[in-house]
């Protein structure tokens, strides 16, 4: 079992920045590729970022390249996501994934998620 601890959402302004982590425990997630996806109200889940167990892949869904950048360290078990020049669009409860594979987490399939966090960009 893997149990993910989401933390760091928050309110901001648009422009503004947020540094998500989340915090994994159980077997060894170092070889665990990890993601994140949000849901926004009314809307269905999207990716938005994936890295592979060793943080050497990574990929960016188009909404969010050039503005968030993913990271871990594993000798802490977590990854952070940090955003910046966030938008009133990118409101929405974001997760954390993990899975053994890093093409299951670019599928949207993943075996572990957190409780979320909510971001919420005001205009």
């Known amino acids: 079992q893997v149990q993910l601890v989401e933390s760091g959402g928050g309110l901001v302004q648009a422009g503004g920045s947020l540094r998500l982590s989340c915090a994994a425990s159980?077997?060894?997630?170092?070889?665990?590729?990890m993601g994140w996806f949000r849901q926004a109200p009314g809307k269905e889940r999207e990716f938005v970022v994936a890295?592979?167990?060793?943080?050497?892949?990574?990929y960016y869904a188009d909404s969010v390249k050039g503005r968030f950048t993913i990271s871990r360290d594993n000798a802490k078990n977590t990854v952070y996501l940090q955003m910046n020049s966030l938008k009133p669009e990118d409101t929405a409860v974001y997760y954390c994934?993990?899975?053994?594979?890093?093409?299951?987490?670019?599928?949207?399939?993943?075996?572990?998620w957190g409780q979320g966090t909510q971001v919420t960009v005001s205009s």
């Open positions: 994934n993990a899975d053994p594979s890093y093409s299951n987490i670019l599928q949207g399939r993943f075996d572990y």
């Open positions: 159980g077997r060894t997630v170092s070889t665990y590729a």
């Open positions: 890295i592979s167990s060793r943080g050497l892949n990574t």
